[in-house]
């Protein structure tokens, strides 16, 4: 009897956690902030260090960007931190949406061309053509890191 409890407790909180999808832009619709693109169209690397502070801060570095609409971008990120970190880049409301769900399920997994997570050392890439204008959101997610000031600006520009 136990075992069977146990069963579809797990099964309802996987259901759950698959429901919400693989949060930002990951269920199909078209994201404002632009779509993934291809390394050999870029015309810009933005190197980003993601770390903590002594003081308890957590930052991007830079923090803020402006680029060109229709522009392809390579972000090289680096976590030159002790923790893990994101970088998540979409609208703001998005972004808000997806803190929310990861303060649920603080471990859930991202399979998003517009985020990436690291370890400690670690460095990737998110490859991003910025298709609207507009000003959007970088964030780390991770519960508490976007409070501590892990977060930052794009600016997209017009031709």
């Known amino acids: 009897m136990k ?18 999808g693989n949060h930002v832009g990951g269920h199909g619709e078209a994201m404002a902030v632009g779509e993934p693109g291809k390394k050999a ?6 190197r980003v260090t993601m770390k903590e502070t002594e003081d308890g801060k957590m930052l991007f570095t830079p923090s803020t960007f402006k680029v060109r609409k229709g522009q392809t971008i390579v972000f090289a990120i ?18 808000m949406e997806h803190k929310a769900v990861m303060e649920k399920f603080p471990e859930m997994e991202h399979d998003d061309p ?11 890439e998110i490859i991003w053509k910025f298709t609207n204008g507009g000003t959007f959101k ?21 031709k």
């Open 3 to 20: 075992a069977a409890i146990f069963g579809l407790l797990v099964a309802a909180l996987a259901t759950s956690a698959l429901a919400s």
């Open 41 to 46: 169209n870029a015309t810009q690397t933005i």
């Open 78 to 95: 680096k976590n030159a931190g002790e923790l893990d970190h994101e970088f998540v880049l979409d609208q703001e409301d998005k972004v």
């Open 114 to 124: 517009n985020a990436i997570r690291l370890a400690a050392g670690e460095s990737g």
């Open 138 to 158: 970088i964030a780390c997610l991770v519960p508490g890191h976007y409070d501590a000031g892990m977060h930052g600006d794009v600016t997209v520009a017009g």
